[in-house]
């Protein structure tokens, strides 16, 4: 992973399909010292979404598609909120305090905002406008990640969940041909049931702009063999998501 904001796949696609991948890294800029953590807290699931990297590039490269991959962790600033929500910069995840997320000034959260947030979503905007101005529709699909159990929390028994607020045809298309897959548990906004959320990529480059759109949410840990989890869920989603 390049050390940027974000970085973006077949920019020059003409295909009606954009992915989005905000929690594709753990990186943190050198200047914040890991925002306090120590390093093992960055290979956790609070710190980026495991396996969903490589998921998108593998199918930006395979079906042609333009891609916009998050470069700095979600402990940073995260891409996946709208800029008013408090989880945009959390000063804990899972039980775990992130020491130079707490007390945060205006000023630093602006400086993180410019730096980091507003380049994605702009550059994602600017994509979106290009192909509606070539007479092209886009779809959007957010590849996501969850674990397996929160501490405290429950078991979370299905494999994956595909999210959205209001039902469109692309979400329900995508999930109709995923749902019954054998040996699978797939099942609608679940762990998050964004009809509550109302936030996230998907939701506000899609929905909010009148384009089909999903996010999908995998178990984690189908990414513990990488190789094996990137080639099963590509079998699954490559045929389907565009």
């Known amino acids: 992973m390049s050390d940027k904001a974000y970085n973006v796949v077949n920019a020059d696609s003409q ?19 890991n925002l ?7 290979n956790t699931h609070i710190a980026r979404d495991k396996g969903c990297r490589e998921l998108t590039l593998s199918l930006a490269e395979q079906l042609g598609v333009t891609a916009f991959i998050g470069g700095y962790s979600r402990l940073l600033i995260d891409l996946n909120r709208q800029e008013n929500e408090k989880e945009l910069i959390v000063q804990s ?24 947030y507003y380049p994605y979503h702009r550059a994602i905007d600017d994509k979106i406008e290009t192909l509606i101005k070539q007479g092209i529709k886009p779809r959007i699909f957010s590849v996501h990640a969850f674990t397996p159990q929160l501490r405290g929390g429950s078991y979370r028994p299905w494999n994956a969940g595909i999210l959205f607020n209001k039902e469109n045809p692309y979400a329900a298309n995508v999930y109709a041909k995923i749902k019954d897959i054998a040996g699978l548990n797939i099942e609608t906004n679940v762990p998050y049931d964004l009809r509550l959320y109302k936030t996230g990529s998907s939701f506000v480059h899609g929905e909010e702009k009148g384009l089909d759109n999903c996010l999908i949410e995998i178990r984690d840990d189908e990414f513990d063999n990488l190789d094996a989890g990137v080639k099963k869920w590509m079998s699954i989603l490559a045929g389907v998501i565009i």
């Open 15 to 33: 295909k009606p399909l954009i992915l989005t991948c905000e929690h594709a890294s753990a990186l943190i800029p050198d200047s914040y010292q």
């Open 93 to 116: 995840s899972d039980g775990i305090d992130i020491p130079a997320n707490k007390n945060l000034s205006d000023e630093e959260k602006e400086k993180r905002l410019k730096s980091y």
């Open 36 to 42: 306090g953590l120590d390093a093992d807290c960055l």
